[in-house]
């Protein structure tokens, strides 16, 4: 069985190979998301995973594709970093999923505002590089006890699970 992710992002290929094992061939596609570079709020966030998903199954020939995408939104308590699947099929069913979210640091915030990416306001805040290629945000800010790929690893399951869920009931 082959699947493919849409992305490059180790945290984000990590995340499907813990889930999936290591029989299944997972192809890496660097499918577009067809949204901004740091998607705002849930609807536009959810988009860029759909997006991601549809488009690998334009290029490869898998059982089915799986879009990962973060993003940011607003809340009463501070910007938070939010993160969506969706895992689109060879027979044209899709299944979102979300993800963990939690507040981020009020300076990550300001620099979020004045139009970095989350990306580079992880970096200057740790003052170090590639933070969203290994632990993310949500490593950095809850000490190390969820990691990016762990966060995704979650989101990968709830997918796999709903086609699955699916596929049982309709060999019934
Ligand atoms: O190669 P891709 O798959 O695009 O990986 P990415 O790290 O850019 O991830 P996304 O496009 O899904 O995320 C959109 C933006 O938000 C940033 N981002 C999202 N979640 C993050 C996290 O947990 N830690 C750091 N940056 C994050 C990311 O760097 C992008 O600028
Ligand atoms: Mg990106």
Known sequence: MKVAIGSTNPTKIEAVRNVLGGLIEIIP???PSYVSEQPFGDEETLTGALNRARECLKKADVQFAIGLEGG????DH??????WGALVDFDGNEYIASGARAVLPIEVEKEIQ?????????DGFTKRKGVSKKEGAMGIITNGRINRDEMFAHVVKILVGQ???NKELQEE
């Not at 940011?72 to 809340?75: G, I, L, Q």
């Open 163 to 165: 086609y699955e869920f």
């Open 72 to 75: 940011v939104t607003k809340s």
């Open 114 to 122: 004045s139009g970095k990416t989350l990306g580079e306001a992880m």
């Open 29 to 31: 596609i660097d499918a």
């Open 78 to 83: 501070g910007l938070m970093v939010i993160n």
